[in-house]
Nanobody, 126 residues
């Protein structure tokens, strides 16, 4: 069974930066497309960014393009989300997810992903 553990969340002022990490265990990390999602109170979980299992192609939500960067280190079984120029509307619980289906295109919906972490809270104050 694959386990995903996120870290790096916290409280930051608007305009600041955070780097989230997600470490995977129990599976073949290099064969998974990895994604970051977030969920704010009272809202549905939404796609933030994803990185393909092959070729390293990436996808981003329009709301974070140019501010967030997703990357992966297969040697460390880790995916990262560098978040810059944070805004109060970025406040949410951030979840790491893994898609084992070896897709050609990075999925942007929750149903595409098979494994999920417990989440890490990101709070951006104004």
């Amino acid at each position: 069974q694959v386990q995903l553990v996120e870290s790096g969340g916290g409280l930051v002022q608007a305009g600041g930066s955070l780097r989230l990490s997600c470490v995977a265990s129990g599976g073949t990390f290099s064969s998974y497309t990895m994604g970051w999602f977030r969920q704010a109170p009272g809202k549905e979980r939404e796609f933030v960014a994803g990185v393909s299992w092959i070729g390293g192609s990436t996808a981003y939500a329009d709301s974070v393009k140019g501010r967030f960067t997703i990357s992966r280190d297969n040697a460390k079984n880790t995916v990262y989300l560098q978040m810059n120029s944070l805004k109060p509307e970025d406040t949410a619980v951030y979840y790491c997810a893994a898609d084992r289906g070896r897709p050609i295109v990075v999925g942007t919906t929750t149903r595409r992903y098979d494994y999920w972490g417990q989440g890490t809270q990101v709070t951006v104050s104004s």
